[in-house]
């Protein structure tokens, strides 16, 4: 059992440069791994794979059933009702190990994003399906259960296909990585660290040989100059004798005749340079190197003239009719860092939004990056961005060029992925020189070189962060203060870490 792509071309029809050309790929049982930057295909591809898209050339051979799981979780998954209610012991194995309660298919919309992710993935796996397609499956996931979920899918025994920006998943589950960079995707063997591995290496090794065809077209092109000029230099001591008062002397014509003589090795040896050098530039030309990003990208003026920024008073948060969160007094210096952590569904969001409700900070100061992005919103930001001006617009595409996107793909697209929609929200928010930023999940739908461009660019920011997240690694590499929830009982506490930060 296997799942086939033969030859497959793709592209969309708003889009002006292809997706994929002639991929083939053979993806047997176990996990395969699929990374690359944000809009560059993974998703494309689980849909290819499902028999969502239709390619414009080529086809895909796939087992009789296949199951896909996608990034957004705005819509309960079908037959998540049977799946609760199901008796049969996979089900109820299943419900266990993911922890998910009776209740969960008629309070969907109370659900956290993590909860409805295991919700998802379970009835993924209650249906055994030949081929399961995840899109990012640890998005909004806690640490418990993170490490519930690594077990669920480990016990799929079909042909898996996996998008996620967490390093450890693709360690730990995949035989395989295809590595997208349109309109090239390569499938490599191990895991992702090994075939990252082996992708850098080879990078490494075309540049070194662009650094050495570069050094010889440099020799080159010296040398060629030498003997244009020497070459220019004969054709003008032929014009001049050739110009002499006449022919009178015989020794005059036999000068004429070595000269020329002469003229022409020299003229022969510029042509024979000439070519040699055309074929140099077509090899340094056909090294190519991957650009490298560099994420510097903030605005003077984005620190706020009061200090601290955001001071408020000890209260209680009412979850959701049955917990209760207790906030101590809370107060954020205006260029200071912020963790928020805690297990889901304790109420880190619902924090974020009364915090939201209660500051004074104006609206054109302030970026909130909300966990997920519905597709309708995803239009308007982006319908937003296609009306700024073009001073604007610069700015805010050397944000999302630092982020590691590729600007005239995002420019085409009303509907960006996930991952450049939250890019294109925090370059809006940038070029607006920020008070606050407020980041909820900010790895969610980032592949991973992404996420190490976003640390670096959020350690130099000038202005407060408010970063939640269970990416303690993130977390660690930006922030310098950490709030944490922890429940107790029905009610649920928060309080500041005095540990984290700390050498």
């Known amino acids: 059992m296997s799942l086939i792509f033969n030859h497959i071309s793709f592209s969309y029809e708003e889009s002006l440069l292809p997706l994929f050309i002639d991929l083939t790929a053979h993806f047997p049982k176990g996990w395969t791994g699929l990374a690359g930057p944000n809009g560059a295909g993974k998703t494309t591809v689980l849909r290819l ?3 969502e898209l239709t390619p414009l050339s080529g086809h895909v051979e796939r087992p009789d059933s296949a199951a896909f799981c996608p990034q957004r979780t705005d819509d309960a998954p079908e037959g998540l009702s049977e799946f609760i209610a199901s008796t049969e012991a996979d089900a109820s194995v299943l419900r266990g190990r993911l922890k998910l309660e009776a209740d969960w298919a008629d309070r969907w919309e109370s659900l956290s994003h993590g909860e409805r992710k295991r919700a998802q993935i379970a009835v993924a796996l209650w249906r055994r399906p030949d081929v399961l397609l995840i899109d990012e499956p640890t998005n909004h996931i806690d640490l418990d259960a993170r490490a519930l979920l690594m077990e669920a899918l480990e016990s799929f025994g079909g042909v898996g296909l996996i998008v996620s920006h967490d390093r450890e998943l693709l360690d730990r589950l995949c035989r395989q990585c ?14 992702y660290t090994q075939a990252v591995g082996e992708a850098r290496r080879e990078e490494q090794t075309i540049a070194a040989k662009r650094r050495t065809a570069r050094r010889r077209l440099l020799r080159l092109t010296r040398e060629s100059n030498r003997r244009q000029a020497e070459a220019a230099r004969s054709d003008a001591r032929v014009s001049k004798k050739r110009c002499g008062k006449g022919d009178k002397d015989g020794r005059a014509k036999l000068n004429l005749a070595r000269l020329s003589g002469r003229d022409a090795v020299a003229g022969r040896l510029f042509s024979q340079m000439e070519g040699r050098l055309s074929r140099m530039q077509k090899s340094v030309d056909d090294l190519k190197v ?5 994420a510097s990208f903030w605005l003077e003026g984005s620190l706020a003239p009061r ?3 955001i001071s408020l008073k000890e209260r209680r948060i009412d979850l959701d009719g049955r917990r209760v969160l207790s906030v101590p007094e809370f107060l954020v210096r205006r260029d200071e860092k912020i963790a928020l952590t805690g297990a889901n569904g304790l109420g880190k969001s619902t924090f974020v939004r009364d915090m939201l409700s209660r500051i004074d900070v104006p609206d054109e100061r302030l970026v909130y990056l909300p966990q997920e992005i519905d597709l309708t919103r995803t239009r308007e930001i982006m319908a937003e961005v296609q009306a700024l001006s073009n001073d604007e ?7 999302v060029s630092g982020l590691g996107s590729r600007p005239e793909r995002l420019l085409e697209n009303l509907e960006a992925s996930p991952g450049e929609t939250r890019k294109v929200l925090l370059a809006l928010g940038v070029i607006r020189r920020p008070w606050l930023i407020v980041m909820d999940e900010p790895t969610n739908h ?8 976003l640390e670096s660019a959020l350690k130099d920011c000038p202005c407060a962060l408010i970063l939640v997240s269970h990416d303690m690694r993130f977390l660690s590499g930006v922030a310098r203060r950490r709030w944490h929830l922890q429940k107790h009982g029905t009610s649920v506490s928060m309080s500041l870490d005095t540990a984290f930060g700390s050498d």
């Open 49 to 51: 794979a499902a028999g």
């Open 178 to 191: 295809l590595l997208i960079d349109p309109p090239d995707a390569i499938l490599r063997p191990g895991n």
């Open 290 to 294: 991957k650009k490298r990003f560099q």
């Open 307 to 309: 200090d601290p920024l």
């Open 393 to 399: 617009l610069g700015d805010l595409m050397s944000v």
């Open 446 to 453: 980032l592949d991973l070189p992404a996420i190490e461009l």
